[in-house]
């Protein structure tokens, strides 16, 4: 199968780079060409999942250089990177990343307009939810759930939603509450919803009477 890619959003034609990777000192060339190839393939949501050696086709840099540089980025929390598997397979393909920069988003969202002057000032804070929590919080929502399968499906839920630390305790009390119906215990955990299907239904607002499931009704 071919390297899968995500087109380009044609609405700009220039793509968006966050200052902080041109000002950051700890980044080198190798570095800020492989960035701004990741963020020349993201869509709107700031989403791609360009395979390593296509990045680094665009970055004019090794495969290798690539596959580091990106580790780094991560680490540095410039990108979020998610691994991805074909649907009915187990073999894995190209990753997931999200540009975790409020500006460019704002910049991709806005399009022709932002291009032309028209948004004259960007609140990168204002109404959003910073991408680094989202994944930070996705994270935790991810090591309490019990059944952990098709995680990109899940993440790309999660950014659909974008619970605040508030909203997510919610959404973790949730589901510490279905562990405990029998439902959810049935032959390991067979009848568990994947977990985008899970957010996606905003299951954690179920009623359930936990008390109720496990009492015993010859006592």
């Known amino acids: 199968m071919s390297d899968i890619e995500v087109k380009r959003d044609k609405r700009l ?24 190839s990741t963020c020349y393939y993201a869509d709107s949501n700031g989403e791609c999942f360009p395979s390593y050696s296509s990045i680094a086709k665009k970055a004019g840099v090794s495969r290798r250089t690539a596959i580091e540089s990106i580790e780094d980025l991560v680490e540095w929390q410039y990108l979020s ?13 190209s990753n997931l990343y999200l540009i975790l920069s409020e500006v460019v988003q704002e910049m991709h969202q806005g399009g ?22 989202l994944t930070t919080l996705f ?32 959404i973790i009390e949730g589901v510490e509450k279905y562990k405990q119906t029998e439902g959810w215990k049935q032959e390991d955990g067979k009848f568990i919803p994947h977990p985008a299907t899970f957010l996606n239904g905003r299951q954690w607002e179920d009623e359930i009477d936990v008390e109720s499931e496990s009492e015993c009704p010859f006592e």
């Open 13 to 36: 034609p220039f793509t968006c780079v966050d200052n902080r990777m041109i000002e950051d000192e700890r980044a080198k060339c190798k570095h800020k060409s492989v960035y701004m």
């Open 81 to 93: 990177k998610v691994k991805r598997k074909r649907e009915g397979t187990n073999s894995q393909t």
């Open 112 to 133: 022709a307009r932002a291009a032309l002057g028209v948004v004259q000032e960007l609140h990168p804070n204002k109404n959003h939810i910073n991408k680094t929590q």
């Open 139 to 170: 994270d935790r929502f991810w090591s309490t759930y019990p059944r952990k399968v098709k995680k990109p499906n899940a993440f790309k839920a999660w950014l659909k939603i974008k619970p605040d630390k508030q909203l997510t305790e919610e």
